[in-house]
Structures are given as C-alpha cells and as structure tokens.
C-alpha cells in the first residue's frame, strides 16, 4: 500500500500563484519506475490530468493543454514528493486536486481544495 499526502491548497486571486506537494510513503520501491502527478476534479466534472512526472532519471514530464506555460511540475525522488507550481491562476482553474502515484497499481491522495477569485 502507498499513501499520499496532499499539502498547499487554498483560495488565491486570479492570476495568483499556489504550491501543491505530496509525499508518498509505505510500500515504495526506488528500484521500480514511477509515474506521479496530479488530476483535478471540478464541480460537476470528470476528473482530467494536470501533470505527471516518472522517476526516471530523465523526468519526463506530461501537462494537459490547459496548464502547459502556467503549471511546473517537479519531483524530489529521494523523499518520494512531487511537486505542482501553479501560476498565472485563472478561475477555471478551481478544482479539488488530486495527487496520483502510479507503478503497477494507482493510487489517489484525498485531494485538496484550490479556488481561484476573479
């Protein structure tokens, strides 16, 4: 089992800045690849991908359309904790986030509240 704990969510004005983290612990291993990131679930919506990251040396990267140039996503792999830099935050972008972490199985953190103001 892998738990996922989400932090950094909150209310910000349109065009703001937030940092989302999750830390994953419990049955990890650091000798089998990884893929991390985050889906957001707005009122009313399906849940739809914001960004991943594997633990590849090579970190690649995937971002949905509509938060590529805005969103960066990182990863710190020796504390299991990826990372989501939000910027130029819009209201649409108001969402429960969650986190994601994925080997053979996938696994979902509680998610966190973001709300954006116009």
């Known amino acids: 089992q892998v738990q996922l704990v989400e932090s950094g969510g909150g209310l910000v004005q349109a065009g703001g800045s937030l940092r989302l983290s999750c830390a994953a612990s419990?049955?990890?291993?650091?000798?089998?690849?990884?893929?991390m990131g985050w889906y957001r679930q707005a009122p009313g919506s399906q849940r739809e991908l914001v960004a991943t990251?594997?633990?590849?040396?090579?970190?690649?990267?995937n971002y949905a359309d509509a938060v590529k140039g805005r969103f960066t996503i990182s990863k710190d792999n020796a504390k299991n904790t990826v990372y989501l830099q939000m910027g130029s935050l819009k209201p649409e972008d108001t969402a429960v986030y969650y986190c994601?972490?994925?080997?053979?199985?996938?696994?979902w953190g509680q998610g966190t509240q973001v709300t954006v103001s116009s």
């Open positions: 990251i594997d633990s590849t040396s090579s970190a690649i990267t």
């Open positions: 419990g049955s990890i291993s650091r000798f089998r690849i990884n893929t």
């Open positions: 994601y972490y994925r080997v053979s199985n996938v696994y």
